[in-house]
């Protein structure tokens, strides 16, 4: 039963399909993990043990009697607690929320389901995913699970679901991405996490932070288990106006384990020039995977990034404020402290700032696009520091004290801006024994070949097997 809690979300898919191993089995380990654990991980704000079962056994029933629902029959997974679940409260990590239990699912809950899913339960996160810290003042602050010994921040705002992958409570799970909420607890906890482009995949009942800058996505062990996931979640939905009409591709087909002619480039002005000695060193290694895989590297620079950390404030500021003006009057004691005081600058954004952000945005997305119609993928740290501790407000980086908040978003926010797809997976380990993440970036809708590539990489390489040890 053991082994079953670090098996992959593919081969789970595979084994319950041919009967090697019972959906029961499966979501039994995971929840006896989870009562074990999560008391001292807090991954989880609510478990839905009874409900999980119930599915699983409905799973059993069906294989018994000849029925597939789909690529995931069976297999559990972890929602962040802002995706609406039918019949379970959905808080966003909030009290403010606390009791409020929707009456569907999300669009992208419903259709995991519907590809035969089962939810062990929702996630916890920085409270209204306003923070890349992951911490939550109301149900725990997440507990990074590289570090024992001390307690190191997961990530956010899906902490949660970073530590849950994690550490075996669950083998995939839900996020979503306004600055970096799936890559940075993807890359602090080292495992794999994909934010697609803007409009792959709906966002109809999941709670926002900025409408315009919102991603939903998978996070798992493998690229390989997140292109399972983004599957059934993909597509047009008629609830989201900003969801593309474009056709999906079938993400686990385009996996071929190749990527010989694959042009890469190596962003290091702003990227990895800003990044610590060693996760420096980690992503160049991994250039040179690439390279020896087949793949050209070069070098490439991006314009304007460095109006993407005032442009994204604006932006965020103002539209996360809009969203939460009614209780920001009425209920402001209810937030903690650090999500009142940034919703509290969201009222100093003026029209005009909004409006210059938004035409410096155009400029960070041309320059993406350029840099990628003469590369097939862009490459870069995703965190420039490994996990911090909890607490830790300033690092040493570069021989200067920096805002540790500032540093953790500051490589991943201009993609979130630009709405390219972008996946961070695992590189190595600092010699303290924590994760280092890479950050692979795509052109809109071709998440296929961002998953490709970390694929290959992943096959070439054993970081995203290692785990941490809590037994």
């Given amino acids: 039963m053991g082994d079953l809690v670090w098996t992959r979300l593919t081969d789970l898919a595979r084994m319950i399909a041919t009967k090697e191993v019972s959906p029961v089995e499966v979501v039994r380990a995971h929840l006896d993990r989870i009562a074990r654990l999560d008391p001292t991980l807090r991954a989880f704000i609510t478990v839905c043990a009874d ?13 018994v009697a000849g029925r597939l629902r789909g690529p995931l029959h069976g297999v559990p997974i972890g929602l962040k607690d802002l995706f609406d679940t039918e019949g379970v409260r959905t808080t966003g990590g909030s009290t403010i929320l606390a009791d409020s239990v929707p009456r569907a699912d999300a669009t992208v809950v419903r259709r995991l389901r519907e590809a035969g899913a089962i939810v062990l339960g929702k996630l916890n996160m920085h409270e209204f995913a306003y923070g890349p810290e992951g ?59 994909l934010k697609p482009t803007y ?31 983004l599957g059934p979640m993909a597509g047009y939905d008629p609830a989201d106006a900003t969801t593309s009409v474009l056709p999906v591709p079938d993400y686990v087909a385009a996996l071929a384990g190749e990527v010989k002619g694959l042009r890469v480039g190596l962003l290091r002005a702003f990227f990895l020039e800003s990044a610590a000695p060693e996760i420096r060193e980690a992503v160049e290694r991994a250039a040179q995977t690439f390279a020896g895989l ?31 003006a009614r209780w920001m009057r009425t209920r402001p004691e209810d937030y903690q402290p650090d999500v009142r005081e940034r919703l509290k600058m969201g009222a100093f954004v003026s029209g005009v700032h909004y409006v210059r952000a938004q035409q410096a945005r155009a400029l960070v997305r041309r320059a993406v696009d350029d840099a990628l119609a003469r590369r097939d993928i862009l490459l870069s740290p995703t965190t420039p520091i490994p996990a911090p501790r909890l607490g830790e407000r300033e690092l040493a980086l570069g021989g200067a004290r920096v805002d540790a908040r500032a ?14 797809p972008a996946c961070s997976l695992p590189c190595g380990f600092t010699a303290g024994g924590l994760p280092i993440g890479l950050q692979l970036v795509g052109r809109p ?16 390489t054993d970081w995203h097997a290692r785990r941490p040890m809590l037994d």
């Fill in 51 to 63: 409900g999980a079962l119930d599915a699983a056994r409905a799973a059993e029933a069906d294989l």
């Fill in 294 to 324: 087949g793949a050209s590297v070069d070098e490439v620079a991006l314009a304007h990034v460095d109006d993407v950390a005032a442009a994204s404030f604006a932006i965020v500021g103002a539209e996360a404020l809009a969203y939460h």
């Fill in 199 to 229: 409009g792959r995949a709906s966002r109809a009942g999941v709670l926002p932070l900025a409408w315009s800058m919102d991603h939903v996505g998978p996070m798992a062990r493998t690229a390989a288990d997140c292109a399972l996931m």
């Fill in 407 to 420: 540093t953790l978003i500051r490589l991943t926010r201009p993609f979130n801006f630009s709405g390219h």
């Fill in 135 to 193: 911490l939550n003042a109301h149900y725990g602050d997440a507990w990074n699970p590289w570090d024992r010994s001390e307690h190191r921040v997961a990530g956010g705002s899906s902490s949660g679901s970073g530590v849950a992958v994690a550490a075996g409570l669950c083998p995939g799970a839900l996020g979503s991405d306004t600055g970096g909420s799936i890559r940075i607890p993807a890359s602090l906890c080292g495992i794999t996490g």
């Fill in 445 to 460: 809708f071709d998440e296929a070949t961002v998953l490709r590539a970390a694929d290959a990489y992943q096959r070439a």
